[in-house]
């Protein structure tokens, strides 16, 4: 009988899981709400009954926050994640936790080209590093590195909550506003669905409009209609996610590329301002020759924890 594996990738909200054999990419997949570790310790023993009750070997969890020894919580949530617990009631040996911008460092090798839209630069350059981070309820960041031999090492990252830096004197002049609010303002803040709401208020208000009501879909459709407050907001967000991508690709010597792994940009791609990303990307002063041949990747896939966290079962696989 083949070893069989639970993987799950939650976010605080739902949770998306599959049972998997060593070596195999996640096929069938499911997903449930799970908002607190008893809902979704239910969910996965229901679902785990209905599937016969296989043997499992091991069990790898992924959320958006840091890991302290074996509890990991989620950063813009109540779930956490406690590892002894989820062994014992769910009657694993061996349960990992893994940051969810982690597990989707660990999919970037298993990418195939139709999943991927190259952003400018040149092919990736074999053995360097590579880094991911994506927009999302904040804003994820992980890296990959070669080991050396024949695989990669994935290290989770809090990156994402590095300081924002402004680009010219307009977006200064909505970092200030942010400022009101909250003293630090980051990426994570800012690259975010509710964080774009909050730069289209600061743009209303700056030019003495009324801050726009209504949730990120609303705002979604008043770009699409030409809004000027709207259509400034994602413009930003373009330049922003540009100049935090080639920052991040400094820090890492990412000269493999940077994958952008969002599925909530997946919803708005024509808002997507790919010039401004690149011309931002670029943007690194002395630098700029260093940055002009790094590839940066928009991820089309919108589902990659789970095929991240398969590669950890793939027997004589890198992680």
């Known amino acids: 009988m083949s070893d069989k594996f639970l993987l799950v990738d939650a976010d605080g909200a739902y949770a998306r899981f599959a049972v998997v054999e060593a070596g195999e990419p996640p096929a069938t997949v499911e997903a449930m709400p799970a908002s607190s570790l008893d809902e979704l310790i239910e969910v996965l023993s229901q679902a785990l009954a209905k599937l016969g009750g296989p043997r499992l070997h091991g069990a790898a969890f992924s959320a958006p926050g840091p890991i302290f020894g074996k509890t990991l919580q989620v950063t813009h949530a109540d779930l956490k994640l406690d590892a002894d617990v989820l062994s014992e009631r769910l009657g694993v040996a061996e349960v990992r936790l893994v940051n969810d911008f982690t597990a989707r460092a660990m999919a970037m090798p298993l990418l195939g080209p139709e999943a991927l839209e190259q952003i400018g630069g040149a092919p990736p350059k ?89 949730d990120f879909g609303q705002l979604v459709a008043a770009a699409r209609a030409q809004d000027p407050i709207a259509r400034e907001a994602f413009a930003l967000f373009s330049s922003w996610l540009g100049s935090v991508s080639g920052d991040l690709a400094l820090v890492a010597g990412a000269r493999s590329g940077v994958y952008i792994f969002s599925p909530m940009m997946l919803g708005w791609t024509d808002l997507f301002d790919r010039d401004l990303c690149r011309t931002r990307f670029e943007a690194k002063g002395r630098m700029d020759v260093y940055m002009r041949d790094i590839p940066l990747y928009l991820v089309l896939e919108a589902d990659c924890g789970l095929l991240g966290l398969s590669a950890l079962y793939a027997g004589s696989g890198p992680f």
């Open 126 to 214: 074999g053995q360097a590093p590579a880094a991911a981070l994506g927009p999302s309820t904040g804003l994820g960041v992980s890296i990959l590195n070669p080991d050396g031999f024949v695989g990669w090492v994935a290290t989770a990252s809090e990156g994402g909550h590095a300081a924002l830096a402004a680009g010219s004197a307009r977006e200064c002049a909505v970092i200030e506003h942010l400022r009101l609010a909250n003293p630090y303002v980051s990426a994570d803040r800012v690259l975010s669905d509710g964080g774009l709401l909050e730069v289209a208020a600061a743009i209303a208000q700056l030019d003495g409009h009324a801050p726009p009501g209504g």
